[in-house]
């Protein structure tokens, strides 16, 4: 049985506050909670209300055969409670028609899978106890990491946690002349299973699909079903692997987006030999045809699809250091405030701010940064780690003292 | 293509930026086989042989040409309508006028006369020698074959207008600063208003030293955006400066280095300073170089109470500038108004980390420099401790500095002129 696999990622960072090199260890409060709540306003007006109704839609009209899978951070998550629980209770909705899977993730969307095991396996737990209680006692059993991040050792992390699948890119680099359309094993643990994004059919309709200036616009679903029937029969499963926001943020409802998505599912299963399934279905049902080795770090980001827009420069690497070289210190302390800080401080949002790979990627990076060079991110970024580390320094400090 | 290019100064004796960008952009055309016939006022005989060098001192004027008369009248007129040159306080500006209202007549008979001894240089003389300079031009003009004229700053437009009215070239005008950088708002007046407004009009393009200056230049002056391209201004030299010199205090220096006026916006820099040295006792602030607003910021630094860690050297020269730089751990320019602003490029060089105001040209082409609102204090503030605590910002500027100081050579600025040059020779009629 031959499927497509759509999952789509849901996350906003916490965005930091214009934060002075003055306000070091005067004020411990980083977030920028004016333009956290009216970004989520924003995106949940043109995005995910409207997306997420289009999606219960589709799942009521084809009585399950439709289905999709989420993976919703637990940054974003924690500012859908806070800023939009309307949106947070379409999303109930939706996993409660038992079509939609969720996936477990790092709870802060944070690149920790590279830094610290224990920070990693912490993150995944934190993670997996906010869907639980905010889906209904829901169990996720697919992984998916902070911007597809893959590697053979991190799969093999991963499989320790218990999960039975993991997705990542289908990278060129990595696959050579193989296809994505298979599922994969990791190299480490034979029983991870992997899943390989399909980018060229992900992006016709994540990146392309408004493209004017593409010669295959506009992207019509008769246009996507006959790409989709010269896929060779014996490649079984198709991963479309996007972000959510594509439903309306990134292309606007005005390039006929949502009509595209609503006309789909009926042009798949009308003129294909396709079903849809969630990714733990997808996982399941298909033989797995080897083992993928990749044994550097992968990820879905620009054209090298490596760590480069989040590690890598100067800049990158010091924040990156610094931060990290506080995780045993903050085990120790047990104050919600510092530990919320330490959980948000991680998200990759922050490093992919400071990247400096102007001229290739330069335009994509800068439709997602709110500052005007990476430089002015790195600095408003280490002025809050500075005042953060001298709050950590002075918890530990007391506790010392209340030990002796 | 043969050109014929206006300019005030020449390296060596230069009293401004205006006389490097001229050697910057003609070593540049040299390079992509251009033919500069370069004109100036005064020639001292130890320019580099780059151009076919014109002295306008030595140029013989035959007034007996038509033409010349017609092209004297209105500059005649140009000169009685205005009476003063720039940077006259009122006092001397009223005896100048009175001077000039009363000696018309001598003014007329020297500028008349067969050759006429220019100073070259920005005195009370200046838009007397302007319009001489014109006169000599259209002699050139007439003399001299070529394919297109070429003047820089409004010095050389009654010059390119006069040299047009001649041969019928395409006239191009440069313009490296406006009027309202050097005056501020009071610039929309006056008689280098008015010429620099008759220069930009009458010129058939305009090149501007930034996107900055472009936008002046079509909502200050009236022109059409169409016939203004920006071509930056460039280094002359890309290499980096390994200097041996050492600073001799514990603490981080951080430098302003140019005219203490107001177009350079050195009073933030002070209001910064007293910011970091709260909160950061380490550092030092150094303001070198002079200028009208020295005693104000004297006084300033001293109200804030900080004398003990901001110092005034004074004019700077040669290399006293360089080992400024080099001790420098950052150098900033908040200039209010800088059409370019080649200095922190020179920082660049002595891989001195930058941070410039965002309403500065450099800004446009300088990508590895944190970039402030001249005004916005506390952001200044901000990247000023950021630079000198945050050490992998000064790293990777370092890195990054020589590779992008290649992309700024005259060479490259060069091959864009060429390409307005060739666009310009074919659409003419």
């Known amino acids: 049985m031959r499927t497509i696999c759509f999952y789509f990622q849901v996350h906003q960072p916490f965005r930091i506050k214009p934060y002075r090199f003055f306000d070091i260890g005067e004020d411990h409060y980083y977030w920028d909670d004016y333009s956290n709540r009216s970004i989520i306003r924003k995106v949940a007006q043109k995005c995910y ?24 951070s637990g940054v974003c998550l924690d500012q859908f409670e ?37 920070e990693f396996v912490r993150m995944v737990e934190s993670h997996k106890e906010k869907i639980k209680r905010l889906f209904n006692g829901y169990e996720p059993k697919v992984f998916r990491n902070t911007e597809l991040i893959y590697s053979d050792k991190i799969g093999a992390m991963v499989a320790e946690m218990g999960f039975e699948a993991m997705l990542t890119e289908g990278a060129k680099h990595i696959l050579g002349w193989k296809s994505p359309n298979f599922v994969y094993q990791n190299s480490v643990d034979p029983n991870l299973r992997i899943l390989l994004k399909n980018f060229q059919l992900s992006d016709d309709i994540a990146f392309r699909f408004s493209n004017k200036t593409w010669s295959d616009y506009p992207l ?60 733990t279905e997808a996982a399941r049902n298909a033989k797995p045809i080897a083992k993928i080795q990749v044994p550097t770090p992968i990820s879905w980001a620009d054209e090298e699809r490596d760590l480069t827009a989040w ?55 800068s439709y997602f940064s709110h500052y005007d060079t990476p430089y002015d991110a790195f600095i408003n970024y280490m002025n809050v780690l500075s005042d953060f580390i001298l709050r950590v320094k002075n918890k530990l400090k007391a506790l010392e003292a209340v030990d002796k | 293509m043969k050109v014929l290019m206006f300019g005030w100064e ?75 040159v720039p940077y006259l306080g009122p006092e001397e500006f009223k005896k100048y006028t009175d001077y000039t209202l009363h000696d018309r007549t001598d003014v007329d008979e020297s500028v008349f006369s067969n050759k006429f001894e220019f100073s070259g240089k920005y005195g009370k003389d200046l838009i007397k020698e302007v319009s001489r300079y014109a006169l000599v031009a259209a002699q050139i003009a007439k003399s001299k074959d070529h394919d297109l004229i070429h003047a820089h700053d409004w010095l050389a437009y009654p010059a390119g207008i006069a040299a047009k009215e001649i041969s019928g070239k395409p006239f191009i005008a440069h313009i490296h600063a406006t009027q309202f ?93 007293k910011k970091v040295i709260d909160r950061d006792p380490n550092v030092r602030f150094v303001m070198a170089g002079s200028g009208d607003l020295l005693n104000r910021m004297v006084e300033r630094v001293a109200e804030l109470g900080m004398g003990t860690k901001f110092h005034f ?70 990247a000023i401790f950021g630079l000198l605590h945050y050490h992998s910002i000064s790293k990777m500027f370092k890195e990054l500095g020589s590779e992008e100081l290649k992309k700024l050579k005259w060479e490259h600025v060069a091959a864009k002129l060429v390409t307005v040059y060739e666009k310009l020779h074919q659409e003419q009629p």
């Open chain 1, 49 to 72: 209300l409207p997306m997420n109704e289009l999606l219960l839609e589709l799942i009521r009209r084809y009585n399950g055969k439709f289905k999709v899978t989420f993976s919703i």
């Open chain 2, 313 to 382: 050297t004074g004019f700077l020269k040669g290399k006293d500038v360089d080992d400024m730089y080099a001790i420098s751990d950052v150098y900033v320019m908040p200039s209010v108004s800088e059409p370019f602003g080649i200095a922190p490029l020179e920082a660049v060089r002595h891989n001195t980390p930058v941070i410039i105001s965002k309403q500065s040209g450099v800004a446009e082409v300088l990508r590895n420099a944190i970039k402030i609102d001249f005004w916005d204090v506390d952001a200044m503030a901000d």
């Open chain 1, 220 to 279: 019509t679903t008769e246009k996507f079903v006959n790409w989709i029937n010269a896929i060779p029969q014996e490649q079984e499963v198709l991963n479309l692997f996007m972000d959510y926001e594509t439903f309306g943020e990134h292309q606007w409802a005005e390039t006929g987006i949502f009509e595209f998505m609503r006309s789909l599912p009926e042009a798949v299963f009308r003129y294909t030999n396709f079903s849809f399934s969630t990714t």
């Open chain 2, 181 to 273: 950088d050097r005056a501020g708002e009071g610039g929309g007046q006056g008689p280098v208003y008015e010429i620099e407004k008759a220069g930009l009009l009458a010129a058939d393009h305009i090149l501007a030293v930034s996107h900055l200056t472009k936008k002046v230049v079509i909502e200050k002056y009236g022109v059409d955006p169409n016939k203004v391209s920006v071509l930056h201004n460039a280094v002359l030299d890309a290499s980096i400066i390994q200097s041996s010199v050492r600073k001799n205090v514990p603490e981080k220096i951080v430098t302003f280095l140019g005219r203490i006026t107001f177009q350079k916006g050195p009073e933030y820099f002070v209001e910064a300073a």
């Open chain 2, 10 to 84: 020449f390296p060596p004796h230069i009293s401004g930026g205006l006389g490097t960008a001229c050697y910057g952009l003609v070593k540049g055309l040299v390079h992509h086989k251009q033919d500069i016939i370069f004109v100036v006022p005064k020639l001292w005989g130890d320019e580099e042989p780059l151009a076919d060098f014109v002295n306008a001192s030595d140029v013989v004027i035959d007034y007996r040409e038509r033409k010349f008369k017609k092209i004297w009248k209105n500059l005649t007129y140009l000169e009685v309508s205005s009476f003063l």
């Open chain 1, 311 to 365: 590690l890598g420069n100067d800049l990158q690497n010091e924040a990156f250091t610094k931060l990290y070289e506080l995780e045993a210190q903050v085990q120790k302390i047990d104050d919600p405030d510092i530990i919320r800080d330490w959980k948000y401080l991680q998200t990759s949002d922050h490093f992919y701010y400071m990247c400096t790979k102007f001229f290739s990627d330069g335009a994509v990076h």
């Open chain 1, 82 to 118: 806070l800023y939009a629980p309307d949106v947070l209770e379409s999303f109930q909705r939706l996993v409660a028609t038992g079509h939609v899977e969720l996936l477990s993730e790092t709870d802060a969307h944070a690149l920790c899978s590279l830094a610290n095991k224990e």
